[in-house]
Every structure is written in structure tokens, then in C-alpha cells.
């Protein structure tokens, strides 16, 4: 399995790869191959910075030689005239990657600013947003940390560091007690230290959970608020408790009120507009 870096590695490849293909020639036809020059990263929008250090990756990643210095770190709130940090170096370097550092700067930003404001929505609750699987391909750990720079958790990165029994593997298993007990079984024969969650679509289904045992958190699907707080005191602290579907920033306190450890929210990553800086020569 491949480690987070080295995924973030192979993203830069694919970035440049689908930009440069083979050779910037705009640049290359405009700029001498031994001018040097200085740029800055401008923010333009109040928000939550993110992305900084991976920035840096795809400015060495164009030239090792590029030098950076940072005003402004990640989890900072920016807003419009900010200097995050300049670059100095070839030019032809900090053209050539200027725009795959700010599409993954701007989305990432973006993640986290969206992050920030559900979170702050929950603020002086015991409740915590999480992310969810609905992220853009390939860019899941970069969205996944941003989330965790804007203050809200990061649910299982993937299917493989935790056990997720939704509607569809129940249905499959022939029944919730089914499912839960082969994941337990399918953990002790593998050797797997996993963490299980249960989706439950009823009261009804939470005792039958509660009955059985073999989880470590239940997950409340598209319940109301108020079904949510008799949820809650059904389970009485036993397990963790999420909240997911149906979820929007303006029912999300409702659901915070209602007792939730976690509330788990897809538009965290998936409806997220990038926050606006530019990479300007000085």
C-alpha cells in the first residue's frame, strides 16, 4: 500500500504531466533559460489557508533551486492583500508551476474554509464534523488534510482503515447481526485491528445493534433531529454516535444539540468553490 506521500508524489506527476506535456511553450518562446525572478502568493478572499506545504512540494518538484520564503502557515486566517510566501528563482520554473500550485492551494483552501464554517456552527458543542469518501479522484489526501486544517475530523481515509456495514452490506448479509458478526469474524482470522460502524435506519435497528454488540460506533441515517436526540439516549454513551444524510449548514446545530459525537458532512469535499490568490511577479 502506498503512503500518503508517495500518493501525493504521483498526483504532482499526473498534474504536470496532463499541464506540461512537453515543454511550456509559452514560456520557454518568451523567457531566457537563465532569467531569474520573484513572485508572491496573493490572497484575494477572506478564508482558511491551506496547502502551504504542498505548494513547496510542487515548486521543488519544478526546480529544487526555487526559493521559499513563508509569511503565512496553514490553518491561518487569510484575508484579501495577504502574502502567504514568496518564491525566488528561474523564471521559467515559477511559470512552468504556478498553476498546479494554485489549483491545489485554491481547492484545498476552499476545504478548508468550508470546513471552518460548519465547524464554527457547532462551537461550544462536544460535537465534531467529519469528512466523508465523497472527494474528487485521486485528490483525497490533499482534501482529506485540509478538512483537518480547517478544524473538522477526518472520517476512515479509505475501505481499507476501517469497517463502514452501510444499508447496502446489511441488505447483502441478510440482516444487521449477520453483517456485524462477519466483520468481527472476518477481523479475527485477518489479523485486522479495525474500527466498526454500524448504519442504523431506525430505532428499532439500534436496539437490535445494542442486543448484539460487536461495534464501535453507530451511525444515525437521514434521522430527524428529533429522532436523533431518542437515538442518543437510546444508545447512552455505549457507543460513539454520527449523524449522516440530509445534513445542511442550517440544520447542522440541531443535530449538535441533539447529542451526536459526529456529524458527517459530503459537502465538506464535494461542493466546495476553491478560495481565490493569484501568483504574482514583484
Known amino acids: 500500500m502506498k503512503t500518503k506521500d508517495e500518493l501525493i508524489d504521483q498526483l504532482l506527476d499526473l498534474a504536470f504531466a496532463e499541464d506540461l506535456g512537453d515543454g511550456d511553450h509559452t514560456t520557454m518562446s518568451t523567457i531566457p533559460a537563465d532569467a531569474q525572478g520573484r513572485s508572491r502568493l496573493i490572497i484575494k478572499e477572506e478564508g482558511i489557508l491551506s496547502g502551504v506545504e ?6 521543488a518538484k519544478v526546480d529544487p533551486s526555487i526559493k521559499v520564503t513563508t509569511f503565512i502557515n496553514d490553518g491561518a486566517h487569510v484575508k484579501p492583500g495577504d502574502i502567504v510566501f514568496t518564491a525566488e528563482g528561474p523564471i521559467r520554473s515559477l511559470l512552468i508551476a504556478e498553476r498546479t ?20 456552527r457547532l462551537e461550544g458543542l462536544n460535537t465534531k464534523v467529519l469528512d466523508t469518501r465523497k472527494t474528487t ?3 483525497r489526501m490533499l482534501e482529506k488534510e485540509a478538512v483537518a486544517t480547517g478544524g473538522g475530523k477526518n472520517h476512515r481515509i479509505g475501505l481499507y482503515d476501517m469497517i463502514l456495514i452501510k444499508d447496502n452490506h446489511i441488505d447483502f448479509s441478510g440482516g444487521i ?20 460502524e454500524v448504519e442504523v435506519r431506525s430505532l428499532d435497528d439500534i436496539r437490535r445493534v445494542m442486543e448484539h454488540g460487536g461495534v464501535d460506533r453507530i451511525m444515525f441515517d437521514n434521522f430527524t433531529p428529533e429522532l436523533t436526540r431518542e437515538a442518543v439516549k437510546l444508545v447512552g454513551g455505549k457507543y460513539e454516535t454520527e449523524s449522516s444524510g440530509g445534513i445542511t449548514i442550517e440544520n447542522l446545530r440541531e443535530y449538535g444539540e441533539a ?24
Open 137 to 139: 479522484p485521486g485528490v
Open 101 to 120: 500550485m494554485l489549483n491545489i492551494m485554491q481547492r484545498m483552501s476552499g476545504v478548508a474554509t468550508m470546513t471552518d464554517k460548519y465547524q464554527k
Open 177 to 196: 447481526e449477520k453483517a456485524i458478526s462477519r466483520a468481527n469474524e472476518y477481523c479475527k482470522e485477518n489479523g485486522k485491528d479495525l474500527k466498526i
Open 54 to 59: 504542498i505548494a513547496k512540494k510542487v515548486l
Open 259 to 282: 447529542g451526536v459525537d459526529y456529524i458527517s458532512v459530503g459537502a465538506l469535499t464535494h461542493s466546495v468553490k476553491g478560495l481565490d490568490m493569484s501568483f504574482k511577479a514583484f
